[in-house]
């Protein structure tokens, strides 16, 4: 009867993760293990070490328990619009009991723990987006949906852009950016979008960015005019990376990050600390693991049971594609430095949970992947 059981349990077990993508789960734990070593300090006190630990094991834990759902309740307008709802409810809870970390208000403190909803809310963008853009796929071409999906986006972009948090803000827009190209745009409004966006960034210089914020774009420009002040952390970015060379200096014998001359190195900073430590081909190896996951999220978007779950797939690659641009650009010296995190690789709980999350759901949405049946598919464009 025991053995009966026992077997049982084990099928119903096997049954429910017999879905997951095993290669592109395999692809983040290279990234997990990089950061780890990276911001260990093999000596003396080890605590974003350890607490990124208990951070992986939480993440993993979400990721398995999202991947066995059905998430096509998420196609129900009332569904995203609460999740809009409550985005909008938490960033602006920001601005009354929300605690100031580094300059800006982006976080919620629980007792030992923190919390960053511009973290979240970059998941409840696509899946916002991916609602509407499924629901109106016929008609997308018309250039009220790129301006009514933008003004949703605004909306969330502009209470993070507001903690100040700049560099979630930009994520956000390219994700909206990246989600209405591959919906099926014409170059005649993307070129629209384009000079809206050149005149909303004029606007913005002249009336929205602080000092500080316009001081970072400039040093961007001439980066070793002002490298005691805020050209500092990207002038020391680019000696860490620089000073990899081909094989690096070795683990835990990185001057730049362990001698403290790159600040954060363990969040805004640890791909170069990263680069310092392992060299050309530590970074080469970092790439192929990210192009794997790339890969796989798109593989399996491209598989999804309706167009909702096809967008879903594609936003999520988008974020993860942009997080890593803008945060190895920043680390280069080609992008100013805006604070952004490199996916499964930066210490923080907030977006690491926000990641194996996204995973998971596309993982949950891996289960019903076929083709969908007309009334299903004729049910996803009625309300909205």
Not at 41 to 56: A, C, H, P, R
Not at 69 to 91: E, K, P, Q
Not at 290 to 299: D, E, G, P
């Amino acid at each position: 009867m025991e053995t009966r059981r026992f077997f049982s349990e084990s099928q119903r077990f096997l049954g429910s993760i017999r879905h997951i993508d095993w290669v592109l789960i395999a692809a983040t734990l290279p990234l997990l293990a990089a950061g780890l070593v990276t911001m260990n300090s093999f000596v003396g006190d080890n605590y974003f070490f350890e607490k990124q630990l208990i951070w992986t094991v939480l993440a993993l834990s979400i990721f398995f328990v999202l991947s066995v759902i059905d998430f096509r309740f998420l196609r129900r307008t009332g569904t995203i619009m609460a999740f809009f709802v409550g985005s909008l409810v938490l960033l602006g809870g920001l601005f009354v009991v929300g605690d100031v970390v580094n300059g800006a208000r982006s976080w919620f403190h629980l007792g030992p723990f923190s919390f960053q909803p511009s973290d979240p809310v970059k998941l409840v963008t696509i899946l916002l987006l991916a609602k509407y853009f499924s629901k109106r796929h016929v008609e997308i071409a018309h250039i009220r949906h790129i301006l009514v999906s933008g003004a949703y986006v605004a909306l969330l972009a502009g209470l993070v852009f507001f903690e100040p948090d700049f560099g979630s803000a930009i994520i956000i827009v390219l994700v909206w950016f990246g989600m209405v190209f591959v919906s099926g745009i014409s170059k005649k409004h993307l070129a629209a979008v384009l000079l809206t966006a050149a005149i909303v960034s004029g606007g913005s210089w002249l009336y929205l960015l602080h000092d500080y914020q316009k001081q970072r774009i400039i040093t961007f420009i001439h980066p070793l005019t002002d490298i005691q002040g805020a050209g500092y952390n990207a002038y020391q970015s680019t000696i860490a990376v620089g000073s990899g060379e081909l094989l690096g200096k070795g683990l835990g014998y990185g001057t730049q990050s362990r001698l403290q001359f790159l600040p954060e190195y363990q969040t805004d900073f640890i791909f170069a600390a990263f680069a310092e430590e392992w060299g050309f081909v530590g970074v080469l190896l970092l790439f192929v693991c990210f192009i794997v996951l790339i890969w796989r999220i798109l593989q399996n978007a491209m598989r999804g049971a309706t167009n909702f779950e096809v967008l879903y797939g594609v936003g999520l690659a988008v974020l993860f594609m942009s997080h890593f641009a803008v945060h190895i650009g920043m680390n280069m010296g080609l992008l100013p430095v805006t604070g952004t995190t490199v996916p499964f690789l930066s210490y923080g709980g907030s977006h690491l949970l926000t990641e194996y999350a996204g995973l998971g759901i596309l993982m949950g949405m891996r289960r019903y992947n076929r083709p969908a049946h007309k009334d299903d598919t004729k049910n996803e464009f009625v309300g909205v």
